[in-house]
């Protein structure tokens, strides 16, 4: 009996692992695959959807036929008297409904459905930043990749030139002084190596915490920067801009306002009192002088001393605050949009001239050095010179592309533009 409460033990531990450790583990891990898992881990989103149930409930406690409850009363009365057959036991019964006549009850409509609609635009808001941070974090995983696989090609190539000029100079064709240099272009490959793969793990580490999942979860990140080609972005300025306006940050800030806005007109309308409406249906007198007794009652607060002056302030500050807070927003939003737009232009630019000019002289000098290198023309200086030259010049281009499409993701973010992994 024991082995078959093992295995139901181990299929049950196995079925209570998380979905996205399950996921990430499965194999190299997707930029899409990532996005899918940071909006289901995200806290932010998380705590905007857990916000879901009050807004609902006030939604529907505002839809509501009347806002006030009816109130029942049941009255029980017994009288006694010193005449013969004057005990009576009398009883009441009445209901009352307190009526709000300014309106309240519409704008308070108003203010839930609008409160809804902002937070349910918050969580759309939230899944774009959870988005937007797990491609700046996945492209940072690719770019370390991409410097450690270039810090590995350097260490070959100076490892090799080291143990080249070590045997010349025990044959007597090197001097001390170039095996010296060459060993210390070799040990200076291996520290960049070293840190190249620091870097790494602290980038794994970073998309890690944005997938919610322990560092040693996260498997094998697959992929490779995109190198712009030279053809024109799928958009342009005035198309940025223009989304921007439509960010689900922007409705969640006009949905904002406008229930403040909506809670003002509550306030104001709560100046007018409601009216109470009640009736009353009663058995009255002795046993043989029954009477039943029908009353209507209406009552209203004479607003004398109290105003609502205090709720209308403090609702006309909440609206006066949402109105500053959107049009903030709307304004360092468009700016965001036209900075972030320079600096792309700008290293898009950088780029091109580092893939067209600098990368493709250095790979073509590093060629030309060996062969002059293999012909006597030249020493080992001058082609320790140009390989570093050309290590440099794709590490440059390495940081150009990774500052590239950072700037890149957090212009489509800003602008409202479709990310990876969402409408592309």
Known sequence: MQFPLLALAFVLAASTVPASAQTAGSGPLTLVEALRLAETASPAVRA????????????????SLLFNNPELSVERTRRSATAPNSNAREWGLGIAQPIEIGGQQARRREAAFASLEALRAEIEDARRQARAETSLRFHA?????RRMRLEQRSVELFDGTAQAVAKRRSAGEDTRLDANVALIEAE???N?????????HDAKAELATALQLPPSAVPEVGGDLGVPNGAPLPYGLDQLLASAQALPKQRALAAREDAARARVDVERASRYPDVTVGLNVGREGPADGRERVTTLTLSVPLPLFKRNDA????ALSDATQAEIERATATRDGQAQVRRLWSRLDSQRERVARLQRAMVTASTDNQQLAAKSRQAGQIGLLNQLLVNRQALDAERDLNDALAEFHTTRIELENAAGWSQEGSAR
């Not at 995983?141 to 990749?145: D, F, S």
């Not at 709720?311 to 403090?314: W, Y």
């Open 141 to 145: 995983v690719l770019a370390a990749q």
């Open 188 to 190: 200076r490959a291996r």
């Open 311 to 314: 709720a209308i302030g403090q």
């Open 192 to 200: 960049a190596l070293a840190v190249s793969q620091e870097h790494l």
């Open 48 to 63: 905007r959807e857990a916000q879901l149930a009050a807004a609902e409930g006030s939604r529907r406690e505002a839809a």
